[in-house]
């Protein structure tokens, strides 16, 4: 009886993880599978945003990102949370002006309280000025929209 409960307990615990993983790659901004148009989502904490690399590829939670190197991607394997963009890496402006999900310029960026920012910026229209004018409102509408798209 204990190895069917465990057994079944087993089943369910994989069953939440794919589908919090399918939920995962069909909200989050993607190109070709990879996150941050394959940008390295550590490199950004060091103000330097750098192209990352299918040969440093890492899956969490079902998002592909790519690294500039090994020391990097071990630094995300340790707290992924840390270095995943928000909003699933979709543009923050347009997610607290009115939830939408728009593409983003990786390199367009602000760190705020150690997490990362991605912003549109193309055709003279950049978003993350927009962003800075009113930032304590756009971010608390980032975060209630967000969470009525991805929960």
């Given at each position: 009886?204990?190895?069917?409960?465990?057994?079944?307990?087993?089943?369910?615990?994989?069953?939440?993880?794919?589908?919090?993983?399918?939920?995962?790659?069909?909200?989050?901004?993607?190109?070709?599978?990879?996150?941050?148009?394959?940008?390295?989502?550590?490199?950004?904490?060091?103000?330097?945003?750098?192209?990352?690399?299918?040969?440093?590829?890492?899956?969490?939670?079902?998002?592909?990102?790519?690294?500039?190197?090994?020391?990097?991607?071990?630094?995300?394997?340790?707290?992924?949370?840390?270095?995943?963009?928000q909003?699933?890496?979709?543009?923050?402006?347009?997610?607290?002006?009115?939830?939408?999900?728009?593409?983003?310029d990786?390199e367009?960026?602000?760190?705020?309280?150690?997490?990362?920012?991605?912003?549109?910026?193309?055709?003279?229209?950049?978003?993350?000025?927009?962003?800075?004018k009113?930032?304590?409102?756009?971010?608390?509408?980032?975060?209630?929209?967000?969470?009525?798209?991805?929960?």
């Amino acid at each position: 009886m204990k190895k069917l409960l465990f057994t079944g307990l087993m089943f369910t615990a994989l069953l939440a993880h794919a589908q919090d993983a399918t939920l995962r790659k069909n909200n989050f901004n993607l190109s070709d599978g990879v996150a941050i148009k394959g940008w390295d989502p550590v490199s950004y904490f060091a103000n330097k945003p750098i192209k990352g690399s299918s040969r440093f590829a890492l899956v969490y939670e079902g998002i592909t990102y790519y690294f500039s190197s090994d020391a990097n991607r071990e630094l995300f394997k340790k707290s992924p949370i840390k270095y995943e963009p928000q909003y699933g890496g979709w543009c923050a402006y347009a997610m607290g002006k009115d939830g939408t999900k728009v593409e983003v310029d990786p390199e367009t960026f602000k760190i705020i309280n150690g997490k990362l920012f991605l912003f549109y910026n193309q055709f003279f229209n950049n978003t993350l000025k927009s962003w800075n004018k009113d930032e304590t409102n756009l971010h608390q509408h980032a975060d209630a929209n967000w969470q009525k798209i991805y929960h």
